[in-house]
């Protein structure tokens, strides 16, 4: 009597793992790059630009080059406002700007010949000989204020009108005394009170004596 024995097991293939599968799944989908696709203008409304076309396409085209014609001339009128207001407003600034430094030259000119009379101070205690040592340091001391002063009014564009020996100019050099009679050329003798000028101009003539060469 054979024995019973249990029934044998088929062994079942193995299925196929999944994993590639899976690694296929996971790839990167590629990107689709969306196109963007401008929107075309529309069909413009004639109403919307207050435009009342007639049927007939002739009259409708006349309508709009009339239309397109004044608008151009508008337009163009509009620009030459444009442009004078421009040019106006380009002469004013430089007009300010004139006025201004013209303004800041007066003011200048009125401090600088406001500080003459000092410097005909220093001139005059200057003029003066020094009897003792005390005298003269004072002088000296006289003399670089003076110097200094000249100095910073020369910054600003103050000069010395030459006097003493020069040939008498009347445009520089205003005469207070001249030789009764006498012929030939004319020379300052005597420099009585000194003159200036300011950026090239006569601010004071020299108050001079002349007499012939």
Do not use: W
């Amino acid at each position: 009597m054979s024995e019973d024995r249990p029934p044998t097991e088929e062994r079942r293939p193995e299925e196929p793992s999944a994993l590639p599968q899976q690694a296929a799944e996971s790839e990167e989908a590629p990107v689709v790059v969306a196109e963007v696709v401008e929107e075309e203008r529309g069909p413009i409304d004639p109403h919307a630009l207050g435009l009342e076309l007639p049927e007939d396409p002739t009259e409708a085209l006349q309508l709009v080059l009339r239309e397109l014609a004044d608008a151009r001339d508008e337009a163009g009128a509009y620009l030459d406002d444009l442009q004078r207001v421009a040019a106006d407003f380009d002469n004013f600034r430089k007009r300010a700007l004139r006025d201004h430094a013209a303004n800041i030259e007066r003011a200048s000119e009125h401090i600088v010949k406001s500080l003459l009379p000092v410097l005909d101070t220093l001139d005059a205690a200057l003029a003066s000989g020094a009897e003792t040592t005390t005298e003269q340091q004072l002088l000296d001391g006289i003399r670089g204020t003076r110097d200094l002063l000249l100095d910073t009014l020369g910054k600003e564009g103050l000069e010395l009108i030459p006097a003493l020996g020069e040939d008498f100019d009347p445009r520089l050099h205003e005469a207070v005394a001249a030789p009764q009679e006498g012929q030939g050329h004319l020379v300052v003798a005597q420099e009585l009170r000194r003159g200036y000028l300011l950026k090239g101009r006569v601010l004071r003539a020299a108050l001079v004596a002349v007499d012939h060469e």
